[in-house]
């Protein structure tokens, strides 16, 4: 019977569906494995169900074994997976795209909220036990109504939060490598511009694109000096595709408006300046964390490694 290493702990409905196919070891440990423990734990596996934190490369599939035959990421996203070396030993690589989309743009939202009507500070304030009483000027927060919403990746997730903007009376400006589908561009009332427009442009500025050697500190001190001192970034992407120290000093600087931020450049660790600042909304990359999401992502890694595994196409497989 095939084996299967599940990196860290996945709902039971995943691990159900893995059962179907294979002999299941799940490592439960409350961390992410360390680099020499991953090795140790996909040794002779067949398939390997990895989490976004899992360095996989060339390495670590040849610590598996030749019989490696699948590797099936529980995250859309993919930067901890060298997708070349991996498929270059024919090994099947997986995500988990759509079934958080709405959830990340759930999340992406709230962030954003949280920065323009000041609900962390309020929370915070109340929290204190400070004394406080309502008046005409108290703790005034910015609307969204007629203002720009600038999405850098108008793939599914940036799509969701422009939909979500379209509600709140927010204008979609967009960039990224390609332009979207006409059909999008409309539903959306959507306008490409180049990433420099955009960003001098735009009064909230929301990354969706994936991380990449292009976009690593896509945001960096030259982007953030183009923005307006209003500007909200937001980000629930990857950390490193912004600076975060630039950020940081950006905004203890008041040079942009705020940031809201589910991810982070050195995760779990947060740069302690963006700890200080009112104007920041954290989230620890909760983007996906539903009970209902975290189920279908986990179910579908799972059936992605169950098809490999029966000789079946992959249903949501990654190429290089
Ligand atoms: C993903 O799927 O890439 C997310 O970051 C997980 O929440």
Redesign the pocket.
């Known amino acids: 019977m095939s084996r299967v290493v599940v990196t860290r702990a996945v709902p039971e409905a995943a691990v159900a569906v893995l059962h179907e196919v294979a002999e299941v070891r799940v490592c439960d440990q409350d961390r992410p494995l360390t680099p020499d423990e991953l090795r140790e734990a996909v040794r002779g596996a067949d398939g390997v169900v990895a989490m ?1 934190h899992d360095r996989i490369d060339a390495d670590l599939v040849d610590a598996a074994g030749d019989q490696l035959e699948v590797v099936a ?6 930067d901890n997976v060298d997708v070349p070396a991996v498929t270059g030993r024919g090994v099947t690589v997986t ?2 795209p759509g079934v ?1 989309t709405d ?2 743009a759930d999340l992406a939202f709230g962030l954003l909220l949280s920065v323009t009507r000041r609900l962390g500070e309020g929370e915070r304030l109340l929290r204190s036990r400070t004394p406080w009483n309502f008046h005409l000027g108290f703790m005034l927060g910015t609307g969204l109504q007629g203002k720009t919403l600038g999405v850098v990746g108008l793939g599914g997730i940036g799509q969701a939060v422009a939909r979500r903007a379209r509600a709140f009376g927010m204008h979609i400006a967009y960039t990224g490598r390609r332009r979207a589908a006409q059909e999008i561009e409309s539903e959306l009332d959507a306008r490409y511009l180049s990433q420099d427009e955009l960003l001098r442009t735009a009064d909230v500025i929301s990354l969706h694109c994936p991380l990449t050697d292009q976009t690593h500190h896509l945001i960096d001190d030259a982007a953030l000096a183009q923005m307006k001192p209003t500007a909200i970034v937001v980000n ?3 950390g490193p595709v912004i600076d975060e120290k630039a950020l940081a000093r950006a905004l203890q600087e008041g040079r942009i408006g705020g940031a809201a931020l ?2 982070f450049e050195h995760e779990p660790e947060v740069d302690p300046g963006l700890l200080e600042l009112d104007n920041v909304a954290i989230a620890p ?5 539903t009970t209902e ?2 189920t279908a ?1 986990a179910e579908l890694a799972a059936r992605n490694v169950a098809a490999v595994l029966t000789g079946q196409p992959p249903l949501t497989p990654v190429t290089a």
């Not at 990421?73 to 993919?78: E, H, L, M, P, Q």
């Not at 990359?285 to 964390?289: M, V």
């Open positions: 976004l990421n529980v995250a859309v996203g993919y995500n988990t958080l959830a990340t629930t992407s990857r589910d991810v990359h909760l983007g996906s964390a999401t975290r992502m």
